[in-house]
């Protein structure tokens, strides 16, 4: 059975600092390209940041460019983004992505999701 469990989020004050992880079981970890999105009140999901099962280059949103890092650590299966100087438009919840194209499909799936709340 595959999981995918966020945690780290919580509330915290604007130009505040959380780091959100996502741990994997289920899958070959390494072999599925991660990644975190999300979903504020009221929007349509978008993509935040991923990371690439081979070589791990990474992309961002725009919006959180030289903010947030996205990293990850094949040993414990666990992907991290490290979220800096946040702001109240980064309130939203987060959800963690694995995806792969194998044998001409794709397999993805995804977490429960974990709520950040950036609020004075």
């Known amino acids: 059975q595959v999981q995918l469990v966020e945690s780290g989020g919580g509330l915290v004050q604007p130009g505040g600092s959380l780091r959100l992880s996502c741990a994997a079981s289920?899958?070959?970890?390494?072999?599925?390209?991660m990644s975190w999105y999300r979903r504020a009140p009221g929007k349509e999901r978008e993509l935040v940041a991923g990371?690439?099962?081979?070589?791990?280059?990474?992309n961002y949103v725009d919006s959180v460019k030289g903010r947030f890092t996205i990293s990850r650590d094949n040993a414990k299966n666990t992907i991290y983004l490290q979220m800096n100087s946040l702001i109240p438009d980064d309130t939203a919840v987060y959800y963690c992505?694995?995806?792969?194209?194998?044998?001409?499909?794709?397999?993805?799936?995804w977490g429960q999701g974990t709520q950040v709340t950036v609020s004075s």
């Open positions: 990371i690439a099962s081979i070589g791990g280059s990474t």
């Open positions: 992505n694995a995806r792969r194209y194998l044998g001409g499909s794709w397999s993805a799936y």
């Open positions: 289920g899958i070959t970890f390494s072999s599925y390209n």
